[in-house]
């Protein structure tokens, strides 16, 4: 008969959200001694960079569009009288 541990091991290969309902389980239970430490460790992990990453990517996006408003604001400044002209000129 194979561990507990060990079939959590093979669970997590062949089953992903079995082992992880298993892993809620366990720790809701706090039998501690049955988790599958290292996958979990590594789990947790990934999801700490996945979270880091989505924080990046949001204030990257925030900083792009800044940029791009307050460009297209001093562009339309410049160019107010410009872009009038041309609409009365292709108007005729």
């Not at 507990?4 to 366990?26: A, F, G, H, N, V």
Request: aromatic letters at 10%; proline letters at 1%; charged letters at 30%.
């Amino acid at each position: 008969m194979t561990s507990p541990i060990l079939d959590l091991k093979q669970l997590y290969k062949t089953d992903y959200d079995r082992w992880l309902s298993e892993m809620i389980k366990l720790l809701k239970d706090r039998q501690l001694e049955q988790l599958d430490y290292e996958n979990l460790i590594e789990e947790l992990e990934a999801l700490g960079r996945i979270e880091k990453n989505a924080v990046k990517s949001l204030l990257l996006q925030i900083i792009i569009y800044l940029m791009l408003y307050e460009f297209l604001q001093l562009e339309k400044e410049r160019n107010a009288n410009h872009w009038a002209a041309e609409i009365i000129t292709f108007r005729v």
